[in-house]
């Protein structure tokens, strides 16, 4: 259902229902436990005229100021990254990232990296936090999501705007998170009534929380749209991808001493947009082609393919400090590398394996190349 189509349906639902539910805070009874839940913000949906709400104009802006400061990283509570459509699409998880008592590596789940899809996130225990069935009605959309109900429960017990915050939402290193589904919600937002989003920190704005609400309702879809680079720009960037791929073995080993040293820098082109930044990948598909990333937990292991290629990819998520480590490319670094690797007069008989007693070892992989 386009936005508009869904839009008008939902005046018509207000002009017959809407009246009726205004203002009437009735709790709903939830199926699963029969408890009673808040209904939903009526008030909000059944605005005189509604507006179409904006992911990218309107919404991004709100989790950027609000949210990711928290829901930013690969650790983030629960896993729910809301640094970008992509990872509030794939939800949250009930695994923690860190665990200082497993004896066991567990599979990453790097957003963008160990999975492409919302369907292979399910596979991999990420639940939703927005409505996945296929209902569409505004009151489906609120009330079947978990991101709703958590905005929701801080507006409806605020955060007191004086004294200290309550204990169990102050800095805490050993906190326990509680991570609910939609099953769990009902349980949780009783026991915990002022543990709403954002948590521990002043209530969103009525205006942002407005918007938030209204989106939701409207369905969460995005507007985002692939950055389109200009002729300049891409050949730039395909002339660094050039660069890397050439297939002398000297190259060939400076390009893995490269993206060895470069796997968690966010690369800025000095051409570019200052604040538009990228990754340096390896590839199973060559320049011209979309990238298909070989994911791997260190630089150094092995690719498993016979031929794979450095690419760059755009970073889509919103931009934190904790991992933001800026590397730039333009002139001056190309003439850099230049005395430093490929100008510098040394042989390259063989490359070196991918073998982990060898691999992780700089010294050895990387021998050949002067110091
Ligand atoms: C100060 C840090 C912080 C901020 C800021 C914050 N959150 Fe959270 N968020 C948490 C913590 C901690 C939890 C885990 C709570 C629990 O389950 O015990 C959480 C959990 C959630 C969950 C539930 C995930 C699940 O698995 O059930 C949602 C949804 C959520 N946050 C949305 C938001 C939104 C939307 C914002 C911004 C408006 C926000 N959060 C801001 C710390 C934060």
Redesign the pocket.
Known sequence: MSHNCLLNFLRVLFLTFGLLMLGCQTPSIDLFSGKKMPDVDHEIISLPAPRSVSFSKEVRP??NN??V???GCYDA??Q?K?SSYEGLER????SVVYDGARLNPVEPTRLFVDAKSKKEWRSKGF?S?LNESSHESYRDNLEKS??YR??QMKQRQPQPRTGAVAKELGPNLN???????QEELPH?MEQ?SN?G?????PN?TEREYET?VLWLAQGAQTDQKATLLKKAERKSLNAWEQLLNQKDLKSQLISRYLYEHLFLAHIQFVQFDKRRFYRLVRSRTPSGNPVDEIATVRPYDSPGVGALYYRFVEESSAIVAKNHLVYKLGPQTYKRWKSLFYDKDFQVTALPSYDVDQASNPFRTFTQIPA
């Open positions: 709100i989790l609000r949210c400061v928290c829901h509570p629960c729910l809301l939800g949250a998880s009930k639940y936090v978990v991101f958590m905005i906190r326990q998170n509680y991570c609910p589904t949780f915990h543990w989003m954002p948590f521990g920190l969103l938030l």
